[in-house]
């Protein structure tokens, strides 16, 4: 009797698949950017059972060896090597982790600290607010990466360091989107009535306008993710960001843009691709994430 209905819910699986596929077909989802988006997070999990070298120990006698598919390559460097010998493919696997691990923990603790100001802010109001967005308003001034710049010249390298840096320059963003959603959701019946009951304002924040507000700050997330990637590359780039010989993407661009004008084009196309890839991907689904928790937008 269990097997029968075990099979019963299976064959309505299979046949309720395609109607599941046609309505992400439907709402247009991206699916080939989510599926760059997994594929990368994959790979940097498990870049250590992946990377068939050690990333940050070359051979001279390897140095600028071409991908496996041109003259002087070989199958045990496919991407080639670097100035110092080093394996690409297995520098650009690192790498990924590094660009995750970075991304990730900056949209998490600028979300945090953001969203949380922004909730203050724009339920409590008064002398409160003002304060609040007139800090926010002055650090918007403020070009972003130009500020990431100038506290990593202060700190110095490091992946830690980055992680701050960033968090510091881009909570502001959130804050400001926030405390705009918490204006329209305090003045909703539920909220008043939770006034009524008693809640103190702390309960009202937690129970009934942060339900309401995160999925503003998920969309906002995933549209900064590139932001952040492409600030990390900026600053590994420079020099101030994550120090060699660790492998981040940007500190690849750093390394191969002699390279460049020498002909070793997968030095500086290699670790440009992946970067595009990811921002284009996170961006793809940040607009589509927009569009999905947005009525106005999804009637269009």
């Known amino acids: 009797m269990n097997g029968t209905a075990a099979n019963s819910r299976a064959v309505s699986t299979v046949l309720a698949l395609p109607s599941r596929l046609a309505f992400i077909r439907s709402e247009g989802f991206p699916l080939i950017p989510s599926l760059i988006l997994l594929t990368i997070m994959l790979v940097a999990i498990f870049a250590p059972a992946l990377a068939p070298h050690n990333p940050e120990v070359g051979v001279l006698g390897d140095r600028f060896r071409p991908p496996a598919w041109q003259t002087n390559g070989t199958v045990d460097h496919l991407l080639g090597t670097d100035h110092l010998g080093r394996d690409v493919l297995s520098r650009l696997i690192f790498g990924a982790r590094i660009s995750v691990v970075v991304g990730l923990m900056v949209i998490i603790v600028a979300g945090a600290v953001g969203t949380a100001l922004g909730i203050i802010s724009g339920y409590l109001g008064g002398w409160v607010d003002q304060v609040i967005m007139r800090i926010t308003d002055?650090?918007?001034?403020?070009?972003?990466?130009?500020?990431?710049?100038?506290?990593?010249?202060?700190?110095?390298?490091?992946?830690?360091?980055?992680?701050?840096?960033?968090?510091?320059?881009?909570?502001?963003?959130?804050?400001?989107?926030?405390?705009?959603?918490?204006?329209?959701?305090?003045?909703?019946?539920?909220?008043?009535?939770?006034?009524?009951?008693?809640?103190?304002?702390?309960?009202?924040?937690?129970?009934?306008?942060?339900?309401?507000?995160?999925?503003?700050?998920i969309v906002l997330a995933t549209l900064q993710l590139g932001q952040v990637i492409i600030a990390e590359a900026g600053l590994s780039f420079l020099g101030v960001g994550v120090p060699p010989p660790q492998p981040a993407w940007g500190l690849m661009l750093a390394d191969g843009k002699k390279g460049l004008m020498a002909g070793y084009w997968w030095l500086t196309v290699l670790p440009g691709s992946c970067i595009m890839l990811m921002v284009l991907s996170a961006n793809l689904l940040g607009d589509w994430l927009r569009v999905k928790f947005d009525p106005q937008l999804r009637q269009l």
Not at 151 to 159: D, K, S
């Open 138 to 217: 002055a650090w918007l001034a403020l070009p972003a990466l130009m500020l990431a710049i100038f506290l990593a010249a202060i700190v110095g390298p490091g992946i830690s360091n980055i992680i701050i840096i960033l968090a510091t320059a881009w909570w502001t963003r959130y804050a400001r989107v926030i405390r705009g959603e918490v204006l329209s959701v305090r003045e909703r019946d539920f909220v008043r009535l939770a006034v009524v009951a008693g809640c103190s304002k702390w309960k009202i924040m937690r129970k009934h306008i942060l339900p309401n507000v995160i999925n503003s700050a």
